[in-house]
C-alpha cells in the first residue's frame, strides 16, 4: 500500500459567522461547504466569499456538473445554485449519523460516520446499490480521476484514504498533521484536495506529499 502525508498548501477562513464545516464540493470555479445554518462558497483563488444559499447545511455536499447535493438530518437535497431552489429531496438511508457525500458514475456515495460505511445510492430513490466498509469512522467522501478516496477521522487523527469501490481494500493513505482533522472532501481534479476543517472553521487545500524512503 501506498503511503505518503498530507501537505497544506493553503487554508481558507475560519469564515465570519461559521462554527463548524461539514461537506465541500467544488464546482470548478468556487469551493462550497456547508456552514450549518447555510451552504457558502468562495473563490480558491483568493478566498473570497462569493455566493450563500440559506439553507440547513450540516453534512456532506456534492456537485453533479450542474446541481449540489446536500445532506442533512437524514435528507439528501437537490439545488440549483444559481437560484437556491430545492429542485427534489430524497431520503438518506439508514437516515443518522451520514457524513461525506460525492457524485460519480451517475450515482450518489454516501459516507455513514460511525458505522464506518460508504453507500453508493441512487440519485433518484436514495436506494442502496453497494455498500464499502472501513475500518475507521468515514467523513468526507469524494472521487479524483476515477479513484474513490475518503476522509476518516477518529481519536483527533485523520487521514485521506483511496480505496477500491469493489472491495473497499484500502490502497493509499495520505496522513494528515497531528491535530488537523477532516470533515468534508473533495478534489480538483488535479491533485489537490479540499479538506473540511470541521470545529475549525476552516477549509484546508492539500497536497500528498511522498514520505522519505
Known sequence: MKRSSGEIVREYGPFPGVENVG???????????????????????????SLVIDIAAKAGTAFDGRHLFQLTDGLIRKIDPATGRVLATIPAPEGGMDSGLAWAEGTLWLGKYQDRKIHQIDPETGSILRTIESNRFVTGVTWMDGELWHATWERDESDLRRVDPQTGDVLETVEMPPGVSVSGLDSD???RFFCGGGRSGKVRAVRRRSKPA
Do not use: M, N, S, T
Open 189 to 191: 481534479g488535479h491533485g
Open 23 to 49: 461537506g465541500v464540493a467544488y464546482d470548478g470555479e468556487r469551493v462550497w461547504f456547508a456552514a450549518g445554518h447555510a451552504l457558502k462558497a468562495f473563490d480558491p483563488a483568493d478566498g473570497q466569499a
